[in-house]
């Protein structure tokens, strides 16, 4: 076996496990991470798992890095594809709305809020890292709409985005206590009531 293959093979074997804890995770919590069951689901042993990851909070940390490229994967690259403006918008809350019914159980990144909020330490840090860098994501899609003249000049990006966060909260909040169809309805309605409230000359 070359090299090359032998890393291509531990590659593979470490994204099998992230898979599955993720798996996990989405239904337990970060918090529900256990190096043993997980050893036992992908058919390994717990050696073999920890040659991938050094600790339990190196496997915990690799599985929130996952949901943060999986969540961008699913919110943010499809709508970079709508033109700048309130078409942009939409499709992010669209599919961040949408995105409560991808997750395995709940989204992991808003599960993880609840588990480490008051929890100081590197896996709150990543976590933070994590928000910060999707609200700016959104203030500069809110940018790019003040720039098309869709919204008003004196739009904060950052207010705006904190708004538009809320109902993306309050979705998944009541998607899963009375349903996705009647959550992601009334959340469509609360951002064209929000976007009306931003237009020029409002």
Known sequence: MTVLTA??????????????AYGIACAAGLEGLSIGPLAQA??????????HFGSREDLQMAVLDE?????????????LKQPRGLPRLRAILEAWYDWVRQS????LLLSAASEYDDRPGPLR???????LRWRQEIARAITLA?????????????QMAFELYSLALIVHHDAGLFGFDSAATRGRRAMERLFRSYAPNA
């Open 104 to 107: 395995e159980g709940s989204c």
């Open 42 to 51: 992908v058919g390994m042993s717990k050696s073999g798992v920890f040659a």
């Open 67 to 79: 949901a943060g490229v999986r969540f961008v994967d699913h919110v943010l690259r499809p709508a």
């Open 125 to 131: 840090d990543r976590l933070v890292e994590h928000d």
């Open 146 to 158: 003040v720039d098309t003249g869709e919204l008003a000049r004196d739009t904060d990006p950052d």
């Open 7 to 20: 890393t291509s093979k531990g590659a593979a074997t470490r994204e099998a496990i992230i898979d599955r």
